[in-house]
């Protein structure tokens, strides 16, 4: 059941865990064309600054768009925008988990302002924002 815009609280949490395979990575790269090597390729990752394969950080953002649209507030959520910082490399293979915390309800538009957090091993890997607008009733 999605959350609506009456039934959400500033402070409401969720959070939403996914291991990210080198099969994942590939499959994002084939759909958007971001062919780096640094992501794709064992050699080219572990000559790179990261020392391994690392996954795209727009993959990551993405994991977050999932939880805003399928899990919190849920089904039927537009996003009128979304930002966020890439703060750490993500390795291919690591489980990332998505935390999202409304921050603000927007009355005169009736939006909510979401607070979004990546975590890898409990370090914060991105961190951003979104503004949607939750479901109807």
Not at 49 to 75: E, I, N, T, W
Not at 104 to 115: A, D, G, L, N, Y
Not at 126 to 134: S, Y
Request: charged letters at 20%.
């Amino acid at each position: 059941m999605p959350n609506t815009y009456d039934s959400l609280t500033v402070g409401d949490t969720f959070s939403w865990s996914r291991t990210v395979t080198m099969q994942d990575v590939q499959t994002f790269a084939d759909v958007t064309g971001d062919d780096n090597p640094i992501h794709i390729d064992e050699e080219a990752g572990k000559a790179s600054r990261f020392g391994q394969p690392v996954v795209h950080g727009v993959y990551v953002l993405g994991l977050a768009s999932k939880v805003l649209g399928r899990d919190f507030p849920g089904p039927g959520s537009i996003a009128v925008s979304l930002s966020a910082k890439f703060l750490r490399p993500v390795p291919v293979g690591a489980e990332v988990t998505i935390e999202v915390k409304v921050a603000e309800k927007i009355e005169r538009h009736r939006h909510v302002r979401i607070r979004l957090y990546a975590y890898v091993g409990g370090e914060m890997c991105l961190g951003g924002e979104a503004v949607v607008i939750p479901p109807d009733a």
